[in-house]
């Protein structure tokens, strides 16, 4: 061994700088896919989280008005991790909110819910928030509580039938929303099949993922 150590550089054959070439590429691009996919499994667990619309959900309502702004739902200006968002969602109309919030718990609201700015209300969702029930809600924000998978349902008038710290039912099988104490309810407005499928999916990157690998071994099958 150490007479072959002694060899100088020029001594290595060409072959062998070639294979240790090779094998140096193939180092390289093997840490990157393993980079690429530690990437791809923090996104996944931070924004994949599926919404079974077989379950009732039932929990204690947060109550809040109309033309609730994203910029109270995600203070992102002043707090870009998602830790002090937490602390301090809403708080702009509920002072007492992020602290006292449960997981479990629904909120409810009244028109054009999440108006404004594009940010979205993924903060909801980690502060334990188990569905959000509005009269209406602003286009963009709908849009983006669909491509993460935030259990977003449209009831109007549910408003009228509960109060705040009430027990609320949702029970989008059926398609109503109840309130167990008084026995009202409201009717939600269900999403179409495909909106359904990104949900169940986790939400919009989740579910591009399982179609593009579907799709994949369908033209490998072929």
Not at 31 to 53: A, G, N, P
Not at 89 to 109: C, K, N
Not at 140 to 165: H, K, Q, W, Y
Request: charged fraction near 25%.
């Amino acid at each position: 061994m150490a007479r072959f150590a002694s060899l100088p550089p020029h001594a290595i054959s060409r072959g062998a700088r070639v294979v240790i070439r090779l094998i140096f590429i193939w180092v390289v691009r093997l840490l990157s896919r393993l980079q690429q996919l530690w990437v791809i499994l923090r996104t996944r667990k931070r924004c994949s989280m599926s919404f079974d619309f077989r379950r009732v959900i039932k929990g204690k309502v947060w109550k809040f008005g109309d033309s609730i702004e994203t910029d109270a739902i995600n203070p992102y200006y002043k707090y870009p991790a998602m830790e002090g968002l937490k602390q301090h969602t809403l708080e702009a109309y509920r002072p007492e909110f992020p602290r006292q919030v449960r997981a479990g718990d629904i909120l409810v609201a009244g028109r054009n819910f999440g108006c404004g700015s594009s940010r979205p209300g993924l903060v909801l969702r980690e502060v334990g928030i188990a569905a959000i029930i509005v009269d209406s809600v602003a286009r963009l924000f709908l849009r983006n509580s669909i491509a993460r998978a935030m259990p977003i349902l449209i009831a109007p008038g549910i408003t009228t039938i509960v109060d705040e710290g009430e027990t609320l039912e949702v029970d989008y099988p059926v398609g109503e929303v109840r309130n167990p104490r008084t026995g009202a309810s409201v009717s939600i407005r269900k999403f179409p099949p495909l909106i359904e499928h990104i949900l169940r999916s986790g939400g919009l990157p989740e579910f591009a993922r399982q179609r593009y690998l579907a799709e994949t071994m369908s033209v490998e099958e072929e």
